[in-house]
Nanobody, 126 residues
Framework: QVQLVESGGGLVQAGGSLRLSCAAS????????MAWFRQAPGKEREFVAF????????YYADSVKGRFTISRDNAKNTVYLQMNSLKPEDTAVYYC???????????????????WGQGTQVTVSS
């Protein structure tokens, strides 16, 4: 089991940057693939970014490609989401997700993850 706690959300103007962090408990963090999802009011939770257990493979939603960067530090049990050039449409609650696997597959669906954080609010003003 792993518990996830997100931090780093806040209010930022359009064009600004934020870095989200997701701290995981447990000693097996490096065996989990990780992802960020987000949910805007009245919308479905959507995939944002994925990172493999080693950090060697990443994948992004088209809407954030070139602006967001996912990374992880297995020594610190933490995954990050660096968000640059933020837009008002990036406003949402951002969730960290994890699933334990050594698969090389990219996981982008909500149902593929069985551990979730509580979320952190990101608000981008125009």
């Amino acid at each position: 089991q792993v518990q996830l706690v997100e931090s780093g959300g806040g209010l930022v103007q359009a064009g600004g940057s934020l870095r989200l962090s997701c701290a995981a408990s447990g000693r097996t963090f490096s065996t989990y693939v990780m992802a960020w999802f987000r949910q805007a009011p009245g919308k479905e939770r959507e995939f944002v970014a994925f990172i493999s257990w080693s950090g060697g493979s990443t994948y992004y939603a088209d809407s954030v490609k070139g602006r967001f960067t996912i990374s992880r530090d297995n020594a610190k049990n933490t995954v990050y989401l660096q968000m640059n050039s933020l837009k008002p449409e990036d406003t949402a609650v951002y969730y960290c997700a994890a699933v334990r696997t050594f698969s090389s597959q990219v996981f982008t669906s909500r149902g593929e993850y069985n551990h979730w954080g509580q979320g952190t609010q990101v608000t981008v003003s125009s």
